[in-house]
């Protein structure tokens, strides 16, 4: 990155009365806002500036009615995944869904019924546990576990759970929260079991663009016999556009596809966001360079704070996050319970870190801190929070 680029991503941005969640909204989830805003994962940086320029020269044009997709938004979004990912996909395995939340709702409905059980690998994102309890689907746990080498998947359990019949299971590559960048050979081992069990696998790469610094994460359509797979994906998490509401459920199989469609028809849920596709458009052909740079600044504000614990607050665990911007923390060393702990960072040390059991019973005592903010708040973030434990 050069200097300049660091110093436009190092520049304080205020983002208070910009209708801005993570900032704006404060008060409302943690009860006070004079705390440092930690938590939700969007970026604190300004998205790539020829997506600015794109939509305000649309927003000229007085006009915003139902927009068309063809064309243009499919080709950049074919030609980043080959450039960046090596990955090879048809413009017509396509379909724009309003986020991936929303798509991983659809898929459920669409592959699965009442009698149907749904696997997850805990801890994590939320809204999967979600994905089965709204459409009433048997929710199957298969934990990853954590040793000394960092976190792995249970093959063993992950085998007996889909022999046992799981009509569906839910990937998160790169994970969030545990921040693995799963290997080829992982990845492969899944597809390969979800295949052997007739198991439909979608997979949730929302986060495939943070890779910090190590191996880039292999896309699970680029592996190995993955034709019966699903890959969510979105330029809203990579290019900071979450407000414009825009994301992808690539499918190669032709039947599956069809069902997809099916059921997002159904829910009226295939227009699109005219200004999502127009920002999608312009990343995905201009933001090379700026993603680049926003990976490389990710990761050292990583290895900043990592080096923090390590000197000043040992007692607090984290494995260094290979993908994604956000940082896994236990807190349980400091023989608090999980409620202690959120009132001591909400009102000791003033800060707004997403709870752990968010993601699941798995994460009691554990918190997580996104790390896409300027490095002077991820500064104060780790002193106020070693003040505030020093001063118990
Ligand atoms: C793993 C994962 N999936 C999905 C989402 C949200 O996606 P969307 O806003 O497109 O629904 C997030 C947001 O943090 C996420 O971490």
């Known amino acids: 990155m050069n200097e300049a680029m660091r110093a436009w991503l190092d520049a304080p941005m205020d983002r208070r009365g910009t209708h801005c969640e993570k900032w704006d909204g404060l008060k409302t989830y943690f009860g006070r806002d004079d705390l440092i805003a930690m938590w939700v994962a969007d970026m604190d940086f300004p998205t790539v500036p020829q997506v600015r320029d794109a939509l305000v020269e649309r927003a000229k044009h007085p006009i915003y009615g139902y927009t068309d997709l063809s064309g243009e938004t499919r080709r950049a979004e074919v030609g980043w995944l080959a450039r960046r990912h090596g990955l090879r996909v048809e413009e017509d395995w396509i379909l724009y869904s309003p986020g991936v939340v929303d798509s991983l709702f659809f898929c459920v409905d669409a592959f699965t019924d009442a009698s149907d059980a749904i696997l997850v690998q805990p801890p994590v994102y939320g809204p999967f546990y979600r994905a089965a309890e709204l459409y009433g689907r048997r929710l199957v746990r298969n934990p990853l576990r954590l040793d000394e080498n960092g976190w792995h998947m249970d093959f063993e359990d992950l085998e007996a759970k889909l022999k046992a019949g799981v009509k569906l299971m839910i990937l998160c590559s790169p994970h969030n929260p545990v921040g693995r960048v799963w290997t080829r050979e992982e990845l492969q081992r899944v597809v390969d079991l979800t295949n052997r069990y007739g198991t439909i696998l979608v997979s949730d790469e929302i986060h495939a663009d943070f890779t910090l610094g190590g191996r880039r994460q292999v896309r699970i359509l680029a592996l190995e016999n993955a034709e019966r797979c699903v890959m969510l994906t979105s330029a809203t998490k990579s290019f900071n556009l979450a407000g414009l509401r825009q994301s992808s459920a690539i499918v190669p199989d032709a039947g599956l596809r069809k069902a997809l469609r099916a059921t997002m028809e159904r829910a009226h849920a295939t227009e699109a966001n005219l200004f999502g596709a127009v920002a999608q458009t312009a990343a995905y052909t201009h933001g090379d360079e700026w993603m680049d740079a926003v990976n490389e600044y990710v990761r050292e504000n ?15 665990g984290c494995r260094p996050q290979e993908g994604t911007y956000l940082m896994w923390m236990d807190f349980t060393g400091l023989g608090l ?39 002077s708040n991820v500064e104060q973030t780790l002193e106020n929070i070693q003040n505030a434990i020093r001063s118990r």
């Open 302 to 316: 990583r290895d900043f704070a990592v080096a923090y614990l390590g000197a000043h607050l040992p007692e607090i």
């Open 337 to 375: 319970d999980h409620d202690e702990v959120k009132l001591l960072l909400i009102n000791e040390a003033r800060v707004a870190i997403n709870e752990g059991t968010f993601f699941g019973p798995e994460g009691r005592g554990w918190f997580r801190m996104n790390l896409a903010t300027q490095r």
